[in-house]
């Protein structure tokens, strides 16, 4: 991280503006709205800048920067078109150990301004570092239009009763999660639809009536295939929830990267043969964790009822009473085929999907060969590279066509996706050659030959 964003409290303090061009005027209008007295100096200042300084009990000095300005002054901007004024400028301040900015100039900073979205008290800032101004400022549009202007209120009614509130439940976590049902619920919901009373009436009596419980939750939350892109706007709140998150191997590091910054992380992660906890373990973790309270997040790859093992986890919590969601996530058919440009269904090809696991119970299969041998069918396996020579096998043996295509799709949707693209015949050989590992899925069906006919289409190979 290049700079620390830290908000800074300016009220009643004294900052100098060295200009009085339009960028001066631009930066001390910022200024005035955080409360400080401006000292601004230059040899001229603009009409709109000078009635700015009378109107917020500033100062003014006519006359050229003098090292003396920078006298009782908490922050410095330079904001002449005077390279070299702007560099001395730079050069006081940090000897006195000031905060600087100059405008347009960040080797000359110390500090930079962000881009921001007011909306008091709520404030966000966006920065680029200097790298890329216009980029955070892209950015910055993004969010005006995302959150709406009344969010500030929101944030408004949360201070009028932080006190009372924090008196209520001393224990942070059940105060955070006092607020976050505020924020998320109905009250949230009258407050940022203007009706403002209401959503402190509904404050008042969940503050007087409503006492948070005790008892935890868990989230069986689909995390989808490894592009963080893929995740659900559920799925990322509930992540930025939770006091614990229990994770496996499926999972992207720059997903895990998106839960809160304190939850726990544990790792419960599922090598193909050895599982680095049984799961008979996981489910009684998950029982344990959400009875001391947590509220818990099981992130798994893809989606949670789809060989996922979801099932056994909510039978589990079920049995002992602990309230949960399960929040789906795209599965690794959905995502790969996507990715690769392989469409599963196809009015010409495929009128059915069939979701297969290829993992073999003792190196033997008991899959329903008979019923995946149909060419209007698309078979996608999960878990199917160690298998995949006997899949192949089974499936000609059976009666469907050697030539018919596959692919091979390796880490599907991420930075790293791999797809290999030949026929059941020579499908474990491409394995072999290119050192296909795990995650791996395995598409069979004509449906695989679309991907050549859609190579054009730039969106669907974007991270091949
Ligand atoms: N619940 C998951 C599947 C878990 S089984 C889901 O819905 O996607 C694990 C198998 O899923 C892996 O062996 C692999 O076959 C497949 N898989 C998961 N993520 C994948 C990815 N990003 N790329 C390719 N295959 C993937």
Known sequence: MEFLPLFHNLRGARVLVVGGGEIALRKSRLLADAGAVLRVVAPAIGTELRELINSSGGEQILRGYSEVDLDDCVLIIAATDDESLNA??????????????????????????????????????????GDAPVLA???????????????GHLAGLAARFRHQVKNLFPNVRQRRAFWEDVFQGPIADRQLAGQGGEAERLLRAKIEGDAPSDAGEVYLVGAGPGDPDLLTFKALRLMQQADVVLY?????????????????????????????????????????????????????????????????????????????????????ASG?????????????????????????????????????????????????????????????????????????????????????TGTLANLPQLVAEHEVHAPTLVIVGEVVRLRDKLAWFEGAQASV
């Not at 940090?94 to 301004?113: K, M, Q, T, W």
């Not at 160690?386 to 000609?396: D, F, K, N, R, Y």
């Open 88 to 129: 001395q400028v730079s050069a006081d301040a940090r000897r006195r150990g000031v905060p600087v900015n100059v405008v347009d100039a960040p080797a000359l900073c110390s500090v930079i301004f962000p881009a921001i979205v007011d909306r008091s008290p709520l404030v966000i800032a966006v920065s680029s570092g």
């Open 137 to 151: 400022r892209l950015i910055r549009a993004k969010l005006e239009t995302w959150i709406p202007p009344t969010y």
């Open 248 to 332: 496996d191997r499926l999972v992207a590091p720059a997903i895990l990267e998106l839960c809160r910054r304190d939850a726990d992380r544990i790792y419960v992660g599922k090598q193909r043969a050895d599982h680095a906890l049984p799961q008979e373990q996981i489910n009684q973790q998950l029982v344990t964790l959400a009875k001391e309270g947590k509220r818990v997040v099981r992130l798994k790859g893809g989606d949670p009822f789809i060989f996922g093992r979801g099932g056994e986890e909510i039978e589990e919590l079920a049995a002992h009473g602990i309230p949960f969601q399960v929040v789906p996530g795209i599965t690794a």
């Open 336 to 420: 790969c085929a996507a990715y690769a440009g392989i469409p599963l269904t196809h009015r010409d090809h495929a009128q059915s999907v069939r979701f297969v696991t290829g993992h073999l119970k003792n190196g033997t299969t008991d899959l329903p060969w008979q019923d995946l041998v149909s060419p209007a069918q698309t078979l996608v396996f999960y878990m199917g590279l160690i298998g995949l020579p006997i899949i192949c096998s089974e499936l000609i043996r059976h009666g469907r066509s050697a030539d018919t295509p596959a692919a091979l799709i390796q880490q599907g949707t991420t930075m790293n996706q791999r797809v290999f």
